[in-house]
């Protein structure tokens, strides 16, 4: 039997259980047709007073996740107006908004004030893999709104480094109706932040004999083909160079991780059957990590491999400063970019410098301040570290701008990996050099739970405030055991067939 208290709770309880998924709940986020499609027909101006608090424009990647972006899309369709939910197979974002937003311009224009308010408060949520998240935000960085619409993740891919660095998961929450219903009810919730995008320009010489193209064009990451070869016209053409542009949200890498991830790829290309689930995918993965030879002891490992025998690092450490070369330690042989605290199956390379250093050499990572982190690696032993509470590789700089300068060696080519996707990089056979430079380009807003690992310069609430007296903050030793519940970073994946105890 109910007692008082307790009736009142289930009736209380009962009602926000109704109004978080029944018709008053979607009002929230449902958004008029005649806002989103042009010449649609007339119908009667709703009151500014009744936008919904969190209007929504919804991409899915249909082809992510197996069946789940189909299911996702038919259960937000089901849900939502069908003008406001779209399939990336369809239609590109690009031709999406820059058609929608021209509508509400000229509604706008035309004094609908209950179109302005949508465009103020819209939202957007991108269902895909990292490389489907990268696309929506290159296209909304691209857009160069006044205010460009917030971006919430939700996680259909492999990697998943974009959502779980933001608080969204690594795994898909659900497709039913119940489970999207949560999801836009976080997303109401949720907090904008700030997130740094970077340019990459890749120039290397015409070679005189050999093949027009130094790397096979269906080989270039989606994100340099996003951006293109830079045409002869363009200003940072240069005569006798291939030039090449592109960008990137979470980081670049080149060495040892690269060209593990690359012989995967290739692998699943070539035998796609392989690769049914995750789990037989980190399997994959650890027999080609050992294969590569990245568990050998770095004695046994051959030096051609060290990027300071092919390589040069030149840095500037803030806008409008100078150039500094940065000595690569001898030993390294892989060297990550990073911009947001999720790499390689959610480790975070850096970790997290405590306060006491802040003015000094290194500074806990921010997604805003306009810097980038590189890290290094010298075998897949030291990539391990990752695993301990407070592990991180050899931090070598934070910096605005970062110029790599490969030259001859003993090796003919290394390999280099953007968001994910890897390719097989070409060095020098003469006296002239490979460049890579990348630079700070702009930023977009993105959605994020409170709490999320991401941090802001302007709202450092960071664990490093928490025990100044530790190496690197107890939010480390509190998400290690969260890191661990989706394996070990692919590309440091421990071998089964090797002792645990060697990594005393």
């Known amino acids: 039997m109910l007692t008082g208290s307790h009736l009142l709770g289930s009736i209380v309880g009962g009602k926000m259980a109704h109004s978080n998924s029944g018709e008053d709940f979607l009002k929230n986020f449902k958004i008029p047709k005649y806002v989103l499609v042009p010449k649609s027909e007339s119908e009667n101006v709703p ?28 259960t937000y ?31 706008k224009h035309n ?31 691209d857009l160069r709104l006044s205010h460009s619409p917030p971006i919430a993740t939700v996680p259909l891919g492999t990697g998943n480094n974009l959502p779980f660095a933001f ?64 045409s002869d016209t363009n200003e940072l053409s240069v005569e006798g160079y291939h030039t090449f542009r592109g960008g990137f949200w979470n980081y670049f890498s080149m060495g040892m991780d690269a060209q593990v991830s690359y012989a995967f790829h290739t692998e699943r290309k070539q035998h796609p059957e392989k690769f049914k689930n995750q789990f037989s995918n980190q399997s994959t993965y650890a027999k080609i990590t050992r294969s590569q030879g990245w568990f050998s002891s770095s004695l046994s490992q051959s030096s051609s491999r060290n990027i300071n025998q092919f390589a040069k690092l030149m840095i500037m450490k803030n806008h409008g400063g100078h150039w500094e070369e940065l000595q690569i330690p001898p030993s390294i042989k892989s060297i990550v970019c990073l911009n947001l605290p999720s790499f390689s199956g959610g480790f975070n390379p850096w970790g ?31 990539g391990l570290v990752l695993l301990a509470p407070k592990g991180h590789g050899t931090r070598l700089t934070q910096a605005h701008r970062i110029r790599f300068l490969f030259h001859k060696g003993a090796i003919d080519h290394t390999y280099m990996r953007i968001d994910g996707e890897p390719w097989k990089q070409p060095l020098p056979v003469d006296d002239e ?9 702009r930023q977009v807003n993105m959605l994020a739970t409170h709490g999320c690992r991401s941090k802001s310069i302007n709202n450092p609430v960071s664990p490093s405030s928490h025990g100044a007296d530790e190496e690197d903050s107890d939010e480390e030793a509190h998400e290690s055991a969260e890191y661990r519940k989706f394996g070990a970073a692919d590309t440091f994946k421990l071998p089964e067939d090797i002792d645990i105890s060697q990594l005393s």
């Open 47 to 74: 009151d500014v007073s009744d936008v919904p608090e969190c209007p929504v424009l919804v991409f899915i990647n249909s082809r992510s996740g197996g069946q789940l972006g189909g299911d996702l899309l038919v």
């Open 433 to 441: 050099t490979v460049m890579v430079e990348i630079s700070h380009l």
């Open 167 to 230: 608080g969204w998961g690594k795994k898909n929450p659900g497709t039913d109706s119940q489970s999207v219903k949560s999801f836009l009810n976080e997303v109401k919730k949720a907090k904008e932040m700030k997130i740094d995008s970077w340019h990459l320009l890749m120039r290397m010489k015409i070679p005189k004999d050999g093949p027009l193209d130094p790397i096979a064009p269906l080989e270039l990451p989606h994100s340099l083909h996003a951006f293109g070869r830079v």
């Open 352 to 382: 997290m410098p405590t306060r006491r250093r802040h003015n000094g050499e290194f500074s806990p990572p921010y997604v805003d301040d306009g810097r980038i982190e590189v890290v290094g690696f010298r075998d897949a032993w030291h």
């Open 77 to 107: 369709r089901s849900l939502l107006n069908e003008t406001q939910v779209f399939d990336l197979g369809e239609e590109t974002p690009d031709k999406v908004l820059i058609r929608i937003y021209a509508n509400l311009e000229k509604l």
């Open 111 to 141: 004094g609908d004030e209950f179109a302005t308010k949508i465009q103020e408060k819209l939202r957007i949520i991108v269902a895909g893999g990292d490389g489907t998240a990268g696309w929506l935000l290159g296209v909304v960085s």
